[in-house]
């Protein structure tokens, strides 16, 4: 449900705020998929009472991470 809920909203970010390598459609679907995926470890850490606020950004942060590295693979890629 996140993933569907968010896809559009990341479709508008990226429309909205550019960047100089332009984002394809896997792109906005990968980005989505890890909004769901990260509800889906929040709820799943809810369920044993073990997420806290921190906890939280720093899995975020984790996340955001490792799409930020994704993206500047995907930049620095030789295309002829």
């Given amino acids: 449900t996140l993933t569907g809920v ?22 906005i679907i990968r980005q989505a998929t890890w909004i769901g995926l990260y509800g889906c470890i929040l709820a799943w850490l809810q369920i044993g009472r073990v997420v ?3 906890l939280a950004l720093w899995i975020a942060a ?4 490792v799409e930020w590295l994704l993206r500047l693979r995907e930049r620095g890629a030789w295309r002829p």
């Fill in 62 to 65: 984790g996340l955001g991470l």
């Fill in 52 to 54: 806290t606020f921190p």
């Fill in 6 to 27: 968010s896809l559009p909203v990341m479709a508008f970010l990226n429309r909205r705020f550019p960047s100089e390598a332009p984002a394809t459609q896997a792109v």
